[in-house]
């Protein structure tokens, strides 16, 4: 399963990231804070990669406290 800071990698193997950024919509300092996970990737990234936000929750084998 690819990972938005994946796909922005891939996108970065060919272009810098301040182009990057300019094409998605978005500043060269945000790029750097979801390449770095300092801030999470939102709509205008996600929607540009193709890809949705996803949360799942699991439950956990042991004993609840």
């Known amino acids: 399963m690819s990972t938005p800071i994946d796909e922005l990698q891939r996108l970065?193997?060919?272009?810098?990231?301040?182009n990057v950024a300019e094409q998605?919509?978005?500043?060269?300092?945000?790029l750097s804070d979801v390449l770095h996970k300092r801030r999470a990737p939102g709509k205008k990234i996600l929607a540009a990669l193709g890809l949705k936000r996803s949360?799942?929750?699991e439950k956990v084998n042991g004993k609840r406290k």
């Not at 970065?12 to 301040?18: E, G, K």
């Open 24 to 30: 998605l919509g978005i500043s060269a300092q945000y």
């Open 12 to 18: 970065l193997q060919s272009d810098t990231q301040s």
């Open 55 to 57: 949360v799942v929750y």
